[in-house]
């Protein structure tokens, strides 16, 4: 079974920065992808890369602000969040998938199979 965890939510004022983390366990590799969610809301895509860290992706929401990264350990990767604003709070979620090729991105929720339990980002104003 494919463990996922993330880490580095916290609350911030608006126009700071956070760098979320995301670590999968497991022997194969896997395409990443980062979304969030606010209460009666549906998931949302925020960003997503391929296993061999490109192509990337982002909702234009984020474009420009926040940045998608692989680590240089097997399965890990980054979501680096700038210029946060109030409508950036919500849980974000990393999921993983593994991926048909190396090149491979995926944007819809329901293109991962493994979750992570999500880390809460506050912004406040």
């Known amino acids: 079974q494919v463990q996922v965890a993330e880490s580095g939510g916290g609350t911030v004022q608006a126009g700071a920065s956070l760098r979320l983390s995301c670590a999968a366990s497991g022997p194969s590799t896997y395409a990443m992808g980062w979304f969030r969610q606010t209460p009666g809301k549906e998931r949302e895509f925020v960003a997503a890369?391929?296993?061999?860290?490109?192509?990337?992706s982002y909702a234009d929401s984020v474009k420009g602000r926040f940045t998608i990264s692989r680590g240089t350990t097997k399965n890990t990767g980054y979501l680096q969040m700038d210029n946060l604003d109030p409508g950036d709070a919500a849980v974000y979620y990393c999921?993983?998938?593994?991926?048909?090729?190396?090149?491979?991105?995926?944007?819809?929720?329901?293109?991962?199979?493994?979750w992570g339990q999500g880390t809460q980002v506050t912004v406040s104003t």
């Open positions: 999921a993983v998938q593994p991926p048909r090729y190396t090149s491979t991105i995926y944007l819809r929720p329901s293109d991962y199979k493994y």
């Open positions: 890369i391929a296993e061999r860290g490109d192509p990337t």
